[in-house]
């Protein structure tokens, strides 16, 4: 089986071959941000637990209450307080599973990595001219597309914050003055108009960064299955010129 011709040749005065820049960075980056990721869920537990006293609270008391709480009262501030919460928190849930799975691209990377040196060192044993794939289109695509969905994740999370502020403000208001604001352009109802506005497409701009980073993972899934064949390919070659060279 011949090996794939879109490959680099190394000298002697190269060997034994490195890791690239991008794979020692790698090697480096996947643990933390595998551990900052765990811990930005961890933390959004925290935060859910604590809202769920809030929660309790605020409907421990009776319906009028509740609806008749003027602003700066605590029942209005609580009700502020559980909006806030919403309004953020899923975007804040989203940045940490995007590290979690930027931590596993970042294994993936030290994986193709450890592909590069090893595949290398084989060669190098076997007396053969030292040969690696060129890097596909794949192994240049993946950590930028991993990078770009973490920024989306970013984004999305700041605009939470933004429509947090606005809720803690809209809700910390009777229901009567809510629903019934002293005129249209007022800024309670520009408030309504901004929450819905944001709740619009905030949600599906945190699909879109995740589905980012996945990808990202696909395409460094689909560079280590190319790099496995072409060094698989090379190996039989290599096997096979020793083999003709003894007899």
């Given at each position: 089986m011949a090996a794939a011709t879109a490959d680099i040749m190394f000298s002697r005065?190269?060997?034994?071959?490195r890791v690239t820049d991008m794979q020692s960075m790698a090697s480096k980056m996947w643990a933390p941000w595998l551990i900052m990721g765990f811990m930005i869920v961890a933390v959004a537990l925290v935060v859910d637990l604590i809202t769920s006293s809030t929660v309790a609270d605020y409907f421990s008391n009776t319906k009028e209450a509740r609806e008749g709480a003027v602003r700066g009262t605590s029942l209005a501030q609580d009700r502020a307080t559980l909006e806030s919460v919403?309004?953020?928190l899923p975007g804040f849930k989203f940045?940490?599973?995007?590290m979690l799975l930027g931590g596993v691209t970042f294994l993936l990377a030290t994986i193709l990595g450890a592909l590069r040196t090893g595949g290398g060192s084989v060669q190098q044993a076997l007396g053969a001219e030292v040969k690696l794939i060129r890097p596909p289109t794949t192994a240049k695509l993946f950590p930028m597309v991993m990078m770009m969905g973490m920024m989306?994740?970013?984004?999305?999370?700041?605009v939470g914050i933004v429509q947090a502020n606005i809720a803690a403000d809209y809700w910390?208001?009777?229901?009567?003055?809510?629903?019934?604001p002293a005129e249209a352009g007022s800024d309670i109802l520009r408030d309504l108009g901004q929450i819905q506005a944001l709740g619009t497409w905030l949600a599906p701009l945190r699909f879109v960064g995740l589905?980012?980073?996945l990808s990202?993972?696909?395409l460094a899934l689909a560079t280590i299955v190319r790099v496995l064949r072409w060094q698989s390919g090379r190996l039989v070659e290599v096997l096979d010129s020793t083999a003709s060279t003894k007899s």
């Open positions: 005065a190269q060997l034994p071959v919403k309004a953020w940045l940490g599973m995007g989306v994740l970013v984004v999305a999370l700041i910390n208001h009777s229901i009567a003055t809510r629903l019934n589905a980012l980073v990202g993972i696909g």
